[in-house]
Every structure is written in structure tokens, then in C-alpha cells.
């Protein structure tokens, strides 16, 4: 893994990682285009980069993380599905993250749902993160795991958990950000851990590769999570939806026609 290939996939990550359009899927498919996706670190870098862009969460919310022991245990209580069935199905999780098909398919799915998110909840009753109680983060808890397919987006099933539990969009999106935190760094953990238990170890140029790799998530993540929420309280996720389709569309096609999108 070269360090273009790191700024390019840390720039993806960045932006991607807050909006509803799966940057899990989008590392998928740039890593498989330059070749490098089955390389068992690049499979760890695709996860241990979400920790700068979820940094920027902290850094933009600093306040609330400081607020109250209920807010931590909201997050806890949301985190705990995607913790369950994260360790059950760890093994088949690892072999979609190596399918391209699996990434367009649920691009175009996941699509088409956000073309009508604004009209299937357009009566929200929560429109402060304090009113959020247990049993709804839960619930948005459950909508996360649906996120481990690939071209899912965290993002977007924990955005329209939250729409469907009468969020607001700005609540919901905020609340997905926060509870992308602990979720991030545990998932970051198990697959150092998955990483060392298979007899691989981190050289020194792959340290660097993690750190620039972070760093400039942080950075881009910074600028995309405030130019997100404006741009869903104002417009909505209609213009996501038809993104997602277009973009599901043509890797489905490519793969239909042969190409294994492994040019580089």
C-alpha cells in the first residue's frame, strides 16, 4: 500500500464516513479499483482510519461528550446490538467486506429507501438529543447492525432509526454521529486484535500509512459532518437516494459485464 493510495482512501473515509452513502462500501470499491483490497492490512486501515473521522465528532461536539452520565448510557444501551451480533457474525462480515456486489446491490437498495425517508417520517416529535429515552436507542441500536453489509451506511440505518422513532433529521443525524464513537472504536480494537491473532504484525511504514491515514480523515471529516447537517436540515436525503442508485447501478453493471474492478 503506497501513500497515494492512503490519502486517497483517508480522503474517502473523510468525507463519506457521516453521510448516508456507506464509506465502507466506497473503500471497498476504491481499494478493489487499485487492486489492493484482499491485502489483510488494507482490510485493517479500512477500519482503523474511522477513528480520525469519528475524532472530528468529538472535536465538534466536545460539550456534549461532557455533559451527562445519561447520555453516556443512551450511547451504551444503542451500542450493545451492534457489540452482540458483531462477535456472532464476525466471520461472514469479514467475507462481504471483499464483495463488491454485495456494496452495489445494497447501494441501490438502501438508495431507493432514502428517496422516500422524508415522506414515510415527516412528523417529528423529538427535536432535542435529551429527549431520546432508552427504549428508542435501542431500537436505533438494532437499526445499526443492519450496516454491518457493506453499502449499507452506518450513517443512514442509524439516521432513519432515529426518523422512525420520530427524530428530527438534525437529532437523528447527531444522535448516528455520537454513536458512532464507541461503535468505531470497538470495532478498531477487535480488528487490531483479529489482526495480531492471525500472525500479522504493523511495520514501521504501516504505522505511518495508519497515521497519515488518520490524520487526514480527521481533517476532511471535520469539514463534511458540518457541511452534512446543513445540507439535511435544508434539502433532505433525496439527492443521497438517487446518488446511491446511480453509483449501485454502475458497479452492478461493471460486474455484470465482467470486470472485476481491479485495474490498478
Known sequence: MTYFQTIILAIIEGL?????????????????VMGIASDPFVKLFTIAIQLGAIMA??????????????F????FVAFLPAAFFGLLFSNLIDELLESPLTVGIMLFVGGIILLFVDKWFNNPTV???ENVNYWTALKIGFFQCIAMIPGTSRSAATIVGGMSQKLDRK??????????VPTMFAATAKKMLDFYKAGYTISHKEINLLIVGNVIAFVVALIAIKAFIDFLTKHGFKMFGWYRIIVGLVIIVMLLMGHDLKVI
Open 72 to 75: 453516556y448510557l443512551k450511547l
Open 16 to 32: 463519506t464516513e457521516f453521510l448516508p452513502v456507506s464509506s465502507t462500501g466506497h473503500m471497498i470499491i476504491a481499494s478493489s
Open 57 to 70: 465528532v468529538v472535536v465538534l461536539y466536545f460539550k456534549r461528550f461532557f455533559k451527562t452520565l445519561d
Open 127 to 129: 427535536h432535542e438529543e
Open 171 to 180: 437529532v437523528a443525524a447527531e444522535f448516528s454521529f455520537f454513536l458512532a
